[in-house]
């Protein structure tokens, strides 16, 4: 019993989808590969949070200038 493949408009734009939206998804894959393959190389270049120095409790003792200990009133 041999089988006929016709291949109809129906068929023919659901593969068209089918590609197009694998086709997309590829890129979204390699947009985010890419993301990921560069953000080590940023994250080390910049410090962490943990090595850069401690924010003031008081933001005016930062704009104050030091006032050694000997000379304080």
Do not use: H, K
């Not at 019993?1 to 894959?29: K, Q």
């Not at 953000?39 to 120095?53: D, I, L």
């Amino acid at each position: 019993m041999p089988y006929v493949f016709s291949m109809t408009t129906r068929m023919a734009t659901i593969a068209a989808c089918c590609v197009l939206l694998l086709c997309v998804l590829l890129f979204l894959l390699g947009v985010e590969i890419g993301a990921r393959y560069v953000a080590p190389a940023q994250a080390s270049a910049t410090p962490a949070a943990s090595e850069r120095a401690p924010a003031p409790a008081n933001p005016d003792a930062a704009s104050a200038p030091a006032v050694p200990a000997s000379n304080a009133s």
